[in-house]
């Protein structure tokens, strides 16, 4: 996560608050702060000292490099729907969470996360970049089947994302379009 992100999931009143806090768990050996891509600021992650407290997964975590601009994404989008439908995170489901709780040998393709909404399941997919059409369409069939509603959020100058999923409404008429930039304004 980025700091940002710790400082609006956690409800610090300012970025100052967020870093003074950041500062003593990092002391403490709780997380770590790293940098990983140029342009990009530090990500911060638990350490195993960090892992064992919070009773999370002890293992390391495998940071992508390919993967840090996307997961940024997500996170900024889930704080945006967090906000726009007053929820907390308790009420969002990880992608790493529905592995784990179909255990991870299971090959199946999850949405970025879940949002539970009046006793539905709404599946929430950022798309940053056009994928190989066949696979594409299978996760729009399976998010249509497996949740009440999908949404979508895909960046302004993706037009063939978008064509896709709007020609994809006819059939799946549970599908919902956002733009990245849209939501990051919340």
Same mark, same amino acid.
């Given at each position: ?8 999931? &956690? ?6 608050? &967020? ?44 940071i992508r490099i390919d993967k840090i601009h996307?997961?940024? &994404? ?21 992608e790493r969470e529905l592995h784990s709780n179909?255990? #991870? ?27 190989? $059409?066949? $696979? ?25 994302? #978008? ?24």
């Open positions: 996560m980025l700091g940002r992100h710790i400082e609006k999931m &956690c409800g610090f009143n300012t970025a100052s608050a &967020c870093d003074k806090r950041l500062k003593v768990l990092i002391t403490a050996g709780f997380i770590q702060r790293k940098k990983y891509i140029y342009g990009i600021p530090s990500l911060y992650t638990l350490t195993h000292k960090g892992k064992i407290l919070s009773e999370y997964n002890k293992r390391q975590d495998n996307h997961d940024i &994404c997500v996170l900024d989008v889930a704080i945006s729907l967090m906000n726009i439908l007053n929820i907390s995170t308790d009420y969002i489901i990880t179909d255990g #991870f040998g299971v090959s199946k393709h999850y949405p970025d996360f879940v949002l539970l909404q009046n006793d539905k399941k709404l599946a929430v997919e950022i798309e940053l970049s056009l994928k190989e $059409r066949k $696979r594409f369409e299978k996760n729009i069939q399976d998010n249509y089947r497996n949740y009440a509603t999908q949404i979508w959020v895909i960046p302004k100058q993706e037009k063939k994302i #978008f064509e896709i999923l709007d020609k994809s409404k006819i059939s799946y008429t549970n599908i919902r379009i956002y733009y990245i930039e849209d939501l990051r304004k919340e």
